[in-house]
């Protein structure tokens, strides 16, 4: 059932079924969750069985402000709190080292915990809720079955799961993909997913470089998203320079079907059951109509998805990630 987010009984309809054990959909900036109070390994575990999704890859918490941070880890480094100070709310994940005994199911039984403050109001308004009920935080991955295409809008997650689940209706989600996922339990900042936010903005708010997974010798604690293979439509997805796209066009003439394409350059076909789209020009753009143009291009009978490869350039960092991990899956 889909209600209107912004509406106060919806509000307090879903922060009561939170605090009774029940999923919620839930609208944040970044993309759709699947929340579940995460003091509760049994309204979390909920979330694996609806999701299909390991037991051991870990959730990310939503809190309603730093000041829940403490509930679930141990410690906060000086460059973290940094990080916290300038992005949240916002699309940021910290992963930090978890309190023992707290948010074990979300947490996939590591010793780490993903946590972050979303900036979506009526995801604030949901936290704010459910802390006066007692729920000090949410786990809340993307609202959709494990390794697909994350949900933007409220009708995704409906479709994903079914009219018996509530969902809160925010709108169309203004960021489009995950949320950016650091790494502060090995003394300094450690990129694990780009998201929207720059990496010199990062940089400039912790007061140090950030660095990369491959940078490190011995492996880091598992994080949510960073599977290879992920975040793929049913159809089976290709990345191709325009050169590529052009040339695979010209060479099928007017025998294409089952295609889709995605690309900034405009392209023609001689076919007409080909689906040509054009994608924006800027990253922030091309982010927030991913996912929708991926569940459009499936919902269309498409079986090969083409996609123009992201420009090599630091703002596209976080859509080329998904579509690289997309493409990993087929």
């Given at each position: 059932m889909i209600l209107d987010g912004p509406q106060p009984d919806g509000i307090a309809r879903a922060a009561a079924?939170?605090?009774?054990?029940?999923?919620?959909?839930?609208?944040?900036?970044?993309?759709?969750?699947?929340?579940?109070?995460?003091?509760s390994d049994a309204a979390v575990r909920g979330i694996f069985a609806a999701k299909?999704?390991?037991?051991?890859h870990p959730l990310i918490v939503h809190v309603a402000s730093a000041a829940?941070?403490?509930?679930?880890?141990?410690?906060?480094?000086?460059?973290?709190?940094?990080?916290?100070?300038?992005?949240w709310p916002g699309p940021l994940t910290l992963i930090l080292p978890r309190r023992p005994g707290v948010a074990d199911a979300a947490a996939g039984g590591h010793p780490t915990i993903g946590l972050r403050c979303p900036a979506h109001p009526v995801a604030r308004a949901l936290l704010a809720a459910c802390a006066a009920r007692g729920v000090h935080g949410l786990a809340a991955p993307s609202a959709n079955r494990f390794g697909r295409v994350s949900p933007t809008t409220a009708a995704h997650v409906a479709a994903e799961f079914g009219s018996d689940l509530l969902v809160l209706d925010g709108g169309a989600c203004a960021v489009g993909i995950e949320s950016t996922i650091i790494d502060c339990t090995r003394g300094a900042p450690v990129l694990l997913r780009p998201g929207q936010l720059a990496r010199a903005d990062i940089e400039r708010a912790a007061g140090q470089r950030l660095l990369s997974k491959e940078e490190l010798s011995a492996p880091g604690p598992q994080a949510p998203g960073t599977l290879s293979a992920h975040y793929a439509?049913?159809?089976?997805?290709?990345?191709?320079?325009?050169?590529?796209?052009?040339?695979?066009?010209?060479?099928?003439?007017?025998?294409?079907?089952h295609i889709a394409v995605w690309s900034r350059a405009p392209l023609r076909s001689a076919a007409s059951a080909i689906v040509l789209r054009r994608m924006p020009g800027d990253a922030a753009g091309a982010a927030r109509q991913l996912f929708g143009v991926l569940r459009a291009f499936d919902d269309a009978?498409?079986?090969?998805?083409?996609v123009e490869t992201p420009p090599d350039d630091p703002a596209w960092d976080g859509v080329?990630?998904?579509?690289?991990?997309?493409a990993a899956s087929g």
């Open positions: 079924a939170l605090a009774a054990g029940q999923l919620v959909g839930l609208p944040t900036e970044t993309v759709y969750g699947l929340a579940a109070d995460a003091g299909g999704r390991p037991a051991d829940a941070v403490e509930t679930f880890a141990t410690e906060v480094p000086a460059f973290a709190q940094k990080l916290i100070d300038a992005f439509p049913r159809a089976k997805l290709r990345l191709m320079d325009v050169r590529e796209l052009r040339a695979a066009l010209e060479l099928l003439g007017a025998e294409g079907r009978g498409a079986q090969l998805i083409w080329r990630d998904r579509l690289q991990r997309a």
